[in-house]
């Protein structure tokens, strides 16, 4: 009796199998939602196997583009003609029966052939195309050309190919300071096309932002040019941090014209630059008084809250103060509160 074959396992089995999957992996193609018209041209052509479909799509010449097509179309034709000349009163010369579907379908509908043309210079197509219509400034164009056909490409060095559309879009979103995110979540609900969180920020930061600061610039300059004739300037000033207490990271002080309550400079402050948060009060007041006296705009007092470091600082600098009343409310109404809390004050309370 002869011995059997010894059987594999089920380990040996799964492995055979693993490789065979892996080696069929290496040569899928995943075609989506394409997949059912790769089974009806494999139906139409006769093709028995997908390889040979990708053969067949593989080894088809490749399509010339349609104005070199029709160019050699239009060669051909005048050769045609130049051979065989017809007479315009020859009974052969009929040219409704001439016309062909292929000739009907290069014909524009949107063509207006009674529309006015005019013969133009190229130096006046550059000086069009030789400025950008939105900022205005110098642009590089390049041009190619077919026949009697032009066509020119601008190219802003500014705004490079940045779609005005998709600029307008983060202008509007960072100027009203709508959130980008909540915005991108109503823009899919309703399946309409956006751009991404980055190019928010790159619009931000090589567009939106140069152009805030810009305006900023510019308003201050004409603001203090329009205070330096009124002599010295009465100004209230304060900072506003970005957490309660000693423990703010950043701050951002704010000096403002009493007369007129335009604010005349703003300062923000990192705590590492001002040896901690209780001394960025004091360097943003430094910050913009330098500012303003470098711009020679002279302060005749200053009205601020009663931090020793200020009021020591002003002192130096031979600034009269005065104290907000504000602060005098809040350190009062905390007063009165705290000593309401004694038995015998119970009508504070009230």
């Keep these: 009796m002869s011995e059997g074959r010894k059987r594999k396992s089920v380990y040996e089995l799964y492995d055979k199998k693993r490789k065979a999957s892996e080696e069929r ?10 997949f059912t018209r790769w089974r009806a041209l494999k139906a139409q052509v006769g093709l028995p196997t997908d390889a040979s479909v990708a053969k067949f799509l593989l080894d088809r010449p490749s399509k010339r583009p349609r104005l070199v097509l029709e160019e050699e179309e239009e060669e051909e034709n005048d050769d045609t003609e130049s051979q065989v000349q017809v007479e315009p009163h020859d009974s052969k010369n009929n040219p409704e029966s001439t016309a062909t579907e292929e000739s009907e379908s290069l014909i524009d509908p949107q063509t207006n052939s009674g529309e006015k043309k005019y013969i133009v210079f190229e130096s006046c197509l550059r000086e069009l195309f030789g400025s950008c219509p939105i900022c205005k400034t110098k642009c590089k164009d390049q041009s190619r050309q077919m026949g009697n056909f032009v066509a020119f490409t601008q190219l802003c060095e500014k705004l490079g190919s940045t779609p005005v559309g998709n600029l307008l879009l983060s202008a509007a979103t960072y100027f009203t300071g709508g959130s980008f995110v909540q915005l991108q979540k109503i823009f899919k609900a309703m399946s309409l096309q956006m751009t991404t969180y980055s190019t928010f920020r790159k619009h931000a930061r090589n567009f939106i932002e140069p152009t805030i600061i810009h305006k900023w610039n510019r308003d201050q300059l004409h603001i203090i040019s329009q ?20 423990s703010a990271e950043f701050g951002s002080y704010t000096l403002m014209h009493v007369e007129t309550n335009k604010m005349l400079d703003l300062q923000l402050i990192q705590s590492n630059e001002a040896g901690g948060s209780y001394h960025m009060e004091k360097e943003g007041l430094k910050r913009c008084l330098d500012k303003l006296e470098s711009n020679g705009l002279a302060v005749d007092y200053l009205i601020a809250d009663r931090h020793p470091q200020i009021q020591k600082y002003l002192r130096e600098r031979s600034i009269t103060q005065f104290y907000d009343v504000w602060h005098f409310q809040k350190g009062l109404s905390k007063k009165l509160d705290k000593l309401s809390q004694n038995k015998d004050c119970k009508v504070l309370v009230t």
């Design 25 to 34: 992996n290496k040569t899928r193609v995943f075609l989506g939602e394409y």
């Design 227 to 246: 205070l330096q004739q009124q002599g010295k300037v009465p100004l209230a000033g304060d900072m506003r941090a970005d957490t309660p207490g000693h």
